[in-house]
């Protein structure tokens, strides 16, 4: 009888300690996951801020652009309002046109860097939290 009894506290503390191992294994996963979201949502909120940054980089250039155009074409009036000669007239249009196209191209590459520099400052937040995921996996091989 003693040696049952025996056998049965010897198996009730072995379930007892699995039991605690096993709440402590889920406790210490659980935390792991809650910081891992939380490094996710700032990841998150770290892109948003980058993107709207960003965008308004983009509509302060617009607004720039859109007044740099209007100025030219006002210039652009009164030069043709000035001219007293087809010559003159096929001067001033043709710089002009070369004026407007230069300032296409330089406009051009603003705005594909700005937006090259919107998305990769918004990725650059995912990018990271992608490499400490790998690295996670790659460490508890």
């Known amino acids: 009888m003693a040696a049952a009894k025996t056998a049965a506290d010897k198996i009730a503390n072995a379930g007892n300690e699995a039991l605690r191992d096993a709440m402590e ?54 030069s043709l309002a000035g001219v007293r000669s087809v010559q003159d007239f096929i001067e001033v249009q043709t710089d002009l046109a070369k004026t407007h196209m230069e300032a296409c191209v330089t406009q051009m590459g603003k705005t594909t860097e700005l937006v090259t520099a919107l998305f990769r400052d918004a990725y650059q937040p995912f990018s990271a939290r992608m490499t400490a995921a790998v690295e996670s996996l790659q460490s508890g091989r």
Not at 29 to 53: F, P
């Open 25 to 78: 294994k889920s406790m210490s996963g659980l935390n792991d996951l809650t910081a891992h979201s939380r490094k996710n949502m700032e990841a998150v909120i770290a892109s948003v801020t980058a993107t709207a940054k960003g965008a308004e980089a983009l509509g302060a250039e617009t607004v720039a652009v859109s007044k740099a155009a209007v100025e030219r074409q006002t210039a652009a009036v009164q």
